[in-house]
């Protein structure tokens, strides 16, 4: 999901991205991704991690989804650029494969 979010990203520039009329749009449906995705996840969960912001994902996907006529597509370029990479970096690793089973 993250991966999504920065492969649309990737090698855009910020006017050139905005100008465009479907990546905008796109980026906002992967953020109501990660805020379900945010719901889902236990609380306990989100009081084991308190660097990430569990709410504000989840508050995301509530404004996108329920009052899309103000969504500021900059807004979600810079949550893109600056934020999710530092999600990316909060997140706990999963282990390796070897370590499941």
Not at 32 to 48: F, M, P
Not at 60 to 79: G, M
Request: overall charge negative; proline content about 8%.
């Amino acid at each position: 999901m993250l991966a999504d979010i920065s492969a649309l990203i990737e090698d855009q520039d910020r006017d050139a991205f905005l100008a465009d009329i479907s990546r905008p749009h796109a980026l906002a449906m992967h953020f109501i991704r990660l805020g379900e995705a945010a719901n889902r996840v236990g609380r306990d969960t989100w009081s084991a991690y308190p660097q990430i912001a569990w709410q504000k994902m989840a508050n995301l996907r509530h404004l996108i989804a329920h009052e899309y006529k103000i969504v500021d597509h900059a807004e979600l370029w810079t949550i893109a650029t600056v934020h999710v990479p530092q999600l990316r970096d909060a997140l706990p690793k999963p282990p390796p494969p070897s370590e499941l089973f």
